[in-house]
């Protein structure tokens, strides 16, 4: 009856929720439709892992976003699994590793996602198998190679989702701040963790207690935290903290100019006066090279000493000086002093091992030198510098091919009877008191002492004024060879001398057949006697 009445009225019956344990048609849906997008999430996670494509990645984490809270938890709960299975091998190859670089990154995004407690302490209990791993992972130095990038970018990655997910553990942090994958990350979430209150749980602590390796380090990170921090270490208690605190502070870009005061109350402490000194030169050595002077020449030799002490930050700093320096000198007129000047301040780069120019840039800065004793210094400081400091092997073939070129023009000058002879001798004995061996090992100083002495007792030329200006440039060359150490014992009332060990027998000459690259480099680091 009552069925009856409502067709006739028009009314419905009124749904009968659950009545059979169904769920509505609309909760239904729903749940299908987060289903979907959770799946999509999945789908576009492995697409990231399986193509390296930071647009499906980015999609994955949009997707992430919006899915609710359960549907979240058991996304994070299919990656951990999906971690699982690569973690014991996973630097295996190249998927594996790519694998755990997505996963990582993921869970680094989603930590910053997750619920938090009454506390305000993100909620990360479900997923302590996952920080296990990442742990693992991150420790398992003995599985990477060292120098690969892809290595280091899941090692970052794994220590970035750690932090994330407020890993806390103290010798962990600390390993990370002096591993090189993970350093420059560590030292600046460390920098900026907000203050706890507990002083020995603050990244500050860690960092004060590591300074005289990490100093350095500090000094290169970008956070503005770290002129806090120097600022704090050089007015500590411990003079080994303030120590190493001035030798990091200042490999800083900018020194803050508040600690040039700081510094100053520093200068009459026991033990400590050197190292202000040092702190105090260098960062107006850095003020000058950012001008446009002459003492900015003199400010980039002085900070390659600097480098050469310890403080590698300012190795970026000099590369830069380098480029400016090659670029300045080849603007510059050949033999001119303003490329001499620059390549100069080269001699003293290449001396720790900065050389940020190619082979085509050295042959073409040293080519046209001019033989001014200084022009030709420069010209062996630098060669032998390069042969002697640098990595790259490009630049030392080119230095030892320059150098053997200019050596062997010089034997042949040898036989010329006006200045070119004399000049070409002066430039071998400068060459020799370098220590290169290979001219001590064919015999040309001993032999070259003889043809001075011979031009002494019989100079050419047609009038007595020709031959005394003959003879007084022998003598020249005589007077630098025992300048520079060069024992010269010789008799002036004999016209000729039997020739002595390593000397050219009559008819013979030390110079036959050159002075060849692998003749420079092949001669080992035994100096003259």
Not at 28 to 50: D, F, Q, V, Y
Not at 364 to 371: H, I, K, S, V
Request: proline content about 3%; some cysteine.
């Amino acid at each position: 009856m009552a069925s009856d009445i409502r067709k006739l009225t028009g009314e419905t019956e009124a749904p009968q929720e659950n009545k059979r344990g169904f769920r509505p048609f609309a909760s239904m849906a729903e749940g299908l439709r987060m289903r979907k997008a959770r799946r999509g999430t999945l789908e576009a996670i492995e697409s990231a892992m399986r193509f390296g494509e930071s647009e499906c990645f980015d999609d994955a984490v949009s997707s992430f976003t919006a899915l609710p809270k359960g549907q979240k938890e058991r996304v994070l709960l299919e990656m951990q699994n999906r971690l699982k299975s690569v973690s014991y091998l996973p630097f295996e190859d190249g998927h594996k590793t790519r694998r755990v670089s997505v996963i990582a990154e993921f869970f680094a995004k989603a930590a910053m996602l997750l619920p938090v407690d009454s506390e305000g302490e993100r909620i990360t209990a479900p997923y302590k198998e996952t920080v296990r791993m990442l742990k693992e992972i991150v420790g398992r130095a003995e599985l990477r190679m060292s120098g690969n990038g892809t290595h280091s970018t899941a090692i970052l990655a794994c220590a970035k989702a750690l932090w994330e997910l407020e890993y806390g553990n103290f010798d962990f942090w600390e390993g990370r701040a002096k591993d090189a994958a993970t350093r420059d990350y560590a030292i600046t979430k460390l920098l900026e963790m907000p203050d706890s209150g507990e002083i020995t749980e603050h990244g500050w602590y860690l960092l004060r207690g590591n300074i005289a390796e990490l100093g350095p380090s500090i000094a290169r990170s970008p956070s503005p935290k770290k002129e806090d921090f120097f600022r704090s270490m050089l007015m500590d208690v411990d003079k080994s903290v303030i120590l190493s605190a001035l030798k990091g502070a200042v490999c800083m870009e900018r020194i803050p100019s508040d600690y040039y005061g700081i510094v100053g109350d520093l200068s009459q402490v026991s033990g400590l006066e050197s190292a202000v000194q040092n702190f105090t030169m260098a960062g107006r050595f850095k003020e000058q090279l950012a001008g446009t002077g002459e003492d900015r020449l003199v400010a980039a030799k002085r900070l390659a000493v600097f480098y050469a002490d310890g403080m590698k930050n300012l190795g970026e700093l000099l590369e830069r000086t380098t480029r400016e320096m090659v670029r300045e000198a080849l603007d510059a007129a050949p033999g001119s002093d303003d490329r001499l000047k620059r390549l100069d301040v080269l001699v003293n780069l290449a001396s720790v091992g900065i050389t940020q120019y190619s082979s085509d840039e050295l042959a073409e800065m040293l080519g046209p030198l001019t033989t001014t004793r200084s022009s030709v210094a420069t010209f062996y400081n630098l060669t032998q510098n390069l042969m002697a400091f640098s990595q790259r092997q490009d630049l030392k073939a080119v230095a030892a091919e320059l150098e053997s070129a200019r050596v062997n023009s010089c034997f042949s000058d040898l036989s010329y009877v006006d200045d070119r002879q004399f000049d070409a001798a002066m430039e071998l004995v400068l060459l020799y008191s370098t220590g290169r061996v290979y001219l001590v090992q064919n015999g040309m100083i001993p032999h070259l002492a003889q043809e001075m002495v011979e031009i002494i007792l019989e100079p050419s030329g047609n009038t007595k004024e020709q031959k005394d200006v003959q003879t007084g440039k022998a003598q020249k060359v005589l007077d630098y060879m025992r300048s520079v150490g060069i024992d010269v014992q010789v008799n002036y009332e004999q016209t000729k001398t039997a020739p002595q060990d390593g000397e050219a027998q009559e008819g013979e000459s030390v110079t036959d057949g050159g002075v060849s690259a692998e003749d420079i480099t092949g001669g080992g680091q035994d100096s003259h006697e």
